[in-house]
């Protein structure tokens, strides 16, 4: 897709691109290589979003970005998983492991 043609998809849309003076200055730079058509194909949506190609990537990957890392920043457990975890921690402790033994016995990263 030409800039001319992207510029006209734009037009058609009602959509301008805006720069504001306010912003941010943007010291990270990323770089991608892309086949000709995925590029079409994301600034095809990009235009149609009524935003430039760089932001309609970007905000796409950081919206994907914070969803992952949410996902796996908390532990989902079921119904039946909470209650087994409920019954084993009000259980009495059982006696450690060696496993456990040489977990204890590593050095605390929050001291070091």
Known sequence: ????????AYAQ????ETFSVNAPL??????????DAA???LSLA??????DLTAFILN??????RKVVAEH????????????LGRLLQSAPSK?????????????LKKA
């Open 26 to 35: 943007k010291r990270a730079r990323m770089e991608l290589k892309t086949t």
């Open 60 to 65: 796409t990957a950081v919206e994907k970005a």
């Open 13 to 16: 849309l009602g959509a301008t």
């Open 73 to 84: 920043s908390a532990i989902m457990l079921s119904r039946d998983g909470q209650e087994a």
């Open 1 to 8: 897709m030409t800039t001319a043609t992207l510029k006209s």
């Open 96 to 108: 450690p492991t060696n496993a456990m033994r040489e977990l204890m016995s590593l050095p605390d």
């Open 46 to 51: 990009a235009a149609l979003d009524g935003t």
């Open 39 to 41: 590029k079409e194909l």
